[in-house]
Structures are given as C-alpha cells and as structure tokens.
C-alpha cells in the first residue's frame, strides 16, 4: 500500500506541474490576446475617424465642384478636365455634398466638422425656385 500511496503523490506531483505549466501558456495567451483586441479597437477608432475625414473632404470637393458646373456653367467633363477627374468621379463626389445646397442652402460643414472654424450657415436666393422667397431683401414675385 505505500507504494499505491508514494505512486499517487508522485502522479499528482507531475500533474501539478504540467497544470503549473498550462496556466502560465493560458496566462500569456491571454495577455496576448488582450493586446490584440486593444489594437484593433484603437485601430477601429482612427478608421472611423479617418473615413469621417474622407466624408467631409468629399463634401467640401463636392460643393466646390457643384459650383464649377452650376455658377460658372462649366460640363462635368470640362471640370473634370481641369482637375483630372473623370467624369464619373465629378458626379460620384457631388453626391456627397448634402441635399440642402440642391435646395439653396449651404453649410459649411468641413471647417466646423474638422474643427477648423466656426459652422457658417447662409441662405442662396433662387426665387426661380422658391417662391415664397425667404430671401432677404428679394420680393415675393415669380419669375
């Protein structure tokens, strides 16, 4: 019987070791894999942000480029002509402009939302187009 008793002792010794060693690799796991995840959170963070930068600088290359074809009556291929874009560029970034300068207002959205300067936010009369005229200093008349 002590033998039974001295083999078990021995086998629960080298059980305690080998468990001894697991948890120190579980541990290290672990720690590796915590280190992961907080990378691609962070990563995740400065993603987000950078796409939100690439939103309103297409915004503002969107407004600029409305203007170009609208104010100054340039074709979109002659726009994209003079800032190399091709003509499908031209209409896929004027989309990211917001739907408020279609209708007269403008925002100037890219400054304030990049935290460069204050938000503007200003009214273009088209009395063609609005005929209640909330412009100031124009009268109510149609065209």
């Known amino acids: 019987m002590a033998s039974k008793v001295s083999g078990r002792q021995q086998a629960m010794a080298k059980a305690r070791e080998r468990r001894s060693a ?7 796991r672990d720690r590796r894999v915590e ?13 987000a942000a950078a796409e939100q930068a690439v ?3 297409n915004a503002e290359i969107g407004a600029a480029l409305r203007r170009l074809l609208q104010d ?3 074709a979109a291929q ?15 970034l004027m989309r990211a402009v917001p739907a ?3 209708e007269g207002q403008v ?12 938000a503007v936010t200003w ?11 909330n412009c100031a200093g124009s009268s109510a008349k149609r065209w």
């Open 22 to 28: 697991l948890d120190q690799d579980r541990a290290a």
């Open 123 to 133: 009214r273009r009369c088209r009395p063609w187009r609005d005929v209640s005229s």
């Open 55 to 57: 939103q309103v600088a």
């Open 78 to 92: 002659g726009v994209g002509a003079l800032v190399d874009l091709t003509v499908g560029e031209v209409r896929r």
């Open 35 to 47: 280190e992961a995840t907080a990378q691609v959170l962070l990563q995740l963070q400065e993603r």
């Open 72 to 74: 100054e009556g340039i």
């Open 107 to 118: 925002h100037a959205t890219g400054a304030a939302a990049a935290g460069r300067g204050p």
């Open 100 to 102: 408020a300068v279609d």
